[in-house]
């Protein structure tokens, strides 16, 4: 899975410069995964080894360690970004986990938050250091569409903690504002990573309810619960930061990249338009295709009731 979308890069040496450029990257990369080493090694001690995502996140980490030890001379980039980005969600996934638990932690869930969403970044990161030198530097569409869930999701349940304590709120309303807005901003771009499959005449599906899902960019459960909580968050973002500041964010270089015809492609973000559109959506998805599926939208109704009056 981690290499079936990615072309296989083999580094050969045919001049002085490839041999700069190869020296660089290796030290580069070298550097990254001492760098999760290190990171797991703090958590190891604190960690119970019968934790499932403890074992996962332990395993893929190995996995990374030998084939580092392994490349010698040939250095396939394009599945150590794989492997790279894979043991960066295996580890923050175990972290995440342990903050959930303990319900975000008042003295420290602030910092920890911080620097898991600025790990799960370094994959992205890494591919921008690495794009001048070595074009097939890329992430499978999947784990692309991780890294943005996983950071929007993360801000999501942050957030969630701290809207439901009004101390909290009057306390963090800066803080709240701004992980709101990158949060929203994480999750439409997830939504954005791949297209919606077009219906045409030589495409055909047994399944009406599946053609209807995919057109629509839902391509699993987690596609939706994005739609979900974008809109949620929209809804927060009006309900207890309006009157402090206007209610847009920037979009990131990411979602503005890709023409989808959807509102959301232009400089900033419209909270009560996006809101709005993006719970219709979920609505009409659950009522829909996945009706008798278990999908609630009470919330989402009450939500949209909200943003409707709000925006006449």
């Not at 960690?47 to 995502?53: G, H, L, P, Q, T």
């Not at 784990?143 to 809207?163: D, F, K, N, Q, S």
Request: aromatic share 8%.
């Amino acid at each position: 899975m981690l290499a079936s979308e990615c072309l296989s890069v083999v580094i050969a040496v045919p001049f002085a410069g490839r041999i700069d450029d190869l020296a660089w990257i290796e030290s580069l990369l070298q550097e990254r995964a001492e760098s999760l080493e290190k990171r797991w090694e703090s958590l190891e001690r604190a960690a119970s080894r019968e934790d499932c995502f403890f074992e996962k996140a332990s395993a893929t980490l190995e996995r990374l360690k030998t084939f580092c030890r392994e490349g010698d001379e040939n250095l396939d980039i394009c599945m150590f970004l794989q492997l790279y980005a894979q043991t960066v969600l295996d580890i923050t996934y175990f972290e995440e986990n342990t903050l959930v638990d303990g319900n975000f932690p008042e003295d420290s869930s602030l910092e920890q938050v911080t620097d898991i969403i600025n790990i799960l970044s370094e994959p992205e990161n890494l591919i921008k250091l690495l794009k001048d030198r070595e074009e097939h530097a890329n992430l499978t569409l999947e784990l692309l569409e991780c890294l943005y869930w996983r950071r929007g999701a993360l801000l999501y349940m942050y957030c969630h903690t701290i809207r439901h304590n009004e101390q909290k709120i009057d306390k963090s309303s800066d803080i709240l504002s701004k992980f709101l807005k990158e949060g929203i901003s994480y999750l439409l771009t997830m939504l954005n990573v791949k297209c919606p499959v077009k219906l045409e005449g030589g495409v055909s599906f047994q399944d009406l309810n599946t053609a209807t899902l995919l057109s629509q960019g839902v391509f699993s459960d987690t596609h939706l619960l994005a739609m979900m909580y974008a809109g949620e968050m929209c809804y927060w973002i009006l309900k207890h930061c309006e009157g402090k500041e206007t209610p847009q964010c920037n979009v990131s270089d990411a979602e503005t990249s890709k023409d989808k015809g959807d509102s959301f492609q232009k400089d900033t973000l419209d909270f009560q338009d996006i809101g709005e559109k993006m719970l219709l959506k979920y609505v009409s998805v659950c009522e829909g295709p996945l009706k008798g599926q278990g999908w609630s939208t009470e919330n989402a109704i009450e939500i949209l009731d909200f943003l409707k009056k709000i925006g006449n």
